[in-house]
Nanobody
Framework: QVQLVESGGGLVQPGGSLRLSCSIS????????IGWFRQAPGKEREGVSY???????YYGESAGGRFTISSDRHLNTVFLEMSSLTVEDTAIYYC???????????????????WGQGTQVTVSS
């Protein structure tokens, strides 16, 4: 069965860094795209970053040059490296699977068919 499991979240001080992992099973990264989303209390789910099945990457405005998405296909894992974190980055971070498609934005949550459980990132002094 299809599974996506996030890990690596936690408490970090402003200016700190975290590396999130999305471990996938039941499908291949060669066949599907992976997006990172986040949701803070009282706010809509926001696209953070995206990795296509062919290796193309995109970042949301919130990334601001601070985030990097990558993958290790042998480990079936997608990473999100985050640095220079601020309190505004506090949220639950999700990874999700997207079937390849054309004519829609990567940041549209409705186009993703499977989601992980999320990992909490808290940036606080």
């Amino acid at each position: 069965q299809v599974q996506l499991v996030e890990s690596g979240g936690g408490l970090v001080q402003p200016g700190g860094s975290l590396r999130l992992s999305c471990s996938i099973s039941g499908f291949s990264l060669d066949d599907y795209q992976i997006g990172w989303f986040r949701q803070a209390p009282g706010k809509e789910r926001e696209g953070v970053s995206y990795l296509s099945n062919s290796g193309v990457t995109y970042y949301g405005e919130s990334a601001g040059g601070r985030f990097t998405i990558s993958s290790d296909r042998h480990l079936n894992t997608v990473f999100l490296e985050m640095s220079s974190l601020t309190v505004e980055d506090t949220a639950i971070y999700y990874c999700a699977r997207r079937p390849p498609m054309w004519g829609s934005s990567w940041s549209s949550a409705a186009t993703y068919d499977h989601w992980g459980q999320g990992t909490q990132v808290t940036v606080s002094s």
